[in-house]
């Protein structure tokens, strides 16, 4: 069966080339859709619905257009990684985990040692916590193989 894996969280590091990249390797039957990852089209996601002066609508009405999206492809999804990095405060990760632990998606955090305490009710309905991609992409490989 062929899965469709939703990646969720920080857009600064390489975390999801290397679960897609062992994925890859494993020749595992994965699917994998993400929120837009380009920082400065995110944020201009609503901008086609007209100019704004003050910054916070600009925001919020780029914030609902990419809801559309996030919101779309977790429902679609068989299973939704949401990776923590350390250096921003990913609240869209912290709602996204959120939002699948209210639909009953699975869903497997990513993050450092250090995030844990901070974590903890995100982790409390997570079905796995990881702290490296490469952990990540040999929970697929079990998931799907065994």
């Known amino acids: 069966m062929p899965w469709t894996v939703y990646l969720s969280g920080e857009i600064?590091?390489?975390?999801?080339?290397?679960?897609?990249?062992?994925?890859?390797?494993?020749?595992?039957?994965?699917?994998?859709?993400?929120?837009?990852?380009?920082?400065?089209?995110?944020?201009?996601?609503?901008?086609?619905?007209?100019?704004?002066?003050?910054?916070f609508w600009r925001d919020h009405k780029s914030a609902k257009v990419n809801a559309i999206r996030t919101k779309t492809l977790i429902e679609q999804a068989d299973l939704v990684v949401v990776r923590f990095g350390d250096r921003y405060k990913q609240?869209?990760?912290?709602?996204?985990?959120?939002?699948?632990?209210?639909?009953?998606?699975?869903?497997?955090?990513?993050?450092?040692?250090a995030l844990v305490h901070p974590l903890k009710e995100v982790d409390a309905t997570a079905l796995a916590w990881a702290r490296t991609p490469e952990q990540v992409a040999d929970i697929l490989a079990y998931i799907i193989t065994a």
Not at 31 to 50: C, Q, R, W
Not at 91 to 113: M, Q, R, S, V
């Open 12 to 55: 600064h590091t390489d975390w999801r080339q290397r679960i897609e990249a062992g994925a890859r390797e494993r020749k595992l039957p994965v699917t994998f859709t993400s929120a837009v990852t380009d920082h400065d089209a995110s944020d201009a996601a609503g901008d086609h619905l007209g100019a704004e002066d003050n910054a």
């Open 91 to 113: 609240w869209n990760a912290a709602f996204d985990a959120g939002y699948c632990a209210a639909l009953g998606k699975p869903y497997i955090t990513l993050h450092d040692e």
